[in-house]
């Protein structure tokens, strides 16, 4: 029983399946590029009621899924002010942590 030797670099090669050329397929975007759906962190929301709320408390010493929950209605530091479109899941938001936001405005 005889084994060919072959040399790491071959070996590898042959495991990985792996291309050697490092370009790019044709239609790659580059990578500092937004998805075209993507609204600027800023931007107004588009139609239908709105409500604007206000963090008062601290996050910190809370269970990590509040605070998830903060940064899903776009708030991480006492004092911001987030406007959202109005919602029966923002609204549960909400509720969730009702001891930490407030509600300042509601169209």
């Known amino acids: 029983m005889t084994t060919s030797k072959t040399?790491?670099?071959?070996?590898?090669?042959?495991?990985s399946g792996a291309k050697k050329s490092g370009a790019k397929p044709s239609?790659?975007?580059p990578s500092g590029a937004k998805?075209?759906?993507a609204k600027?962190?800023?931007?107004?929301?588009a139609g239908g009621k709105t409500v604007r709320i206000e963090q008062?408390?601290?996050?910190?010493r809370r269970h990590h899924s509040q605070?998830?929950?903060?940064?899903g209605l776009r708030l991480n530091r006492i004092g911001r002010v987030s406007e959202l479109i109005d919602t029966p899941s923002v609204?549960?938001?909400i509720a969730k942590v009702q001891h930490i936001v407030r509600v300042v405005d509601a169209k």
């Open 7 to 15: 040399s790491g670099a071959e070996a590898g090669a042959k495991k």
């Open 35 to 37: 998805p075209s759906g």
């Open 91 to 93: 609204r549960g938001m």
């Open 67 to 71: 605070r998830e929950t903060l940064i």
């Open 56 to 60: 008062v408390g601290s996050a910190s």
């Open 40 to 45: 600027p962190s800023g931007a107004k929301p």
């Open 27 to 29: 239609g790659a975007k």
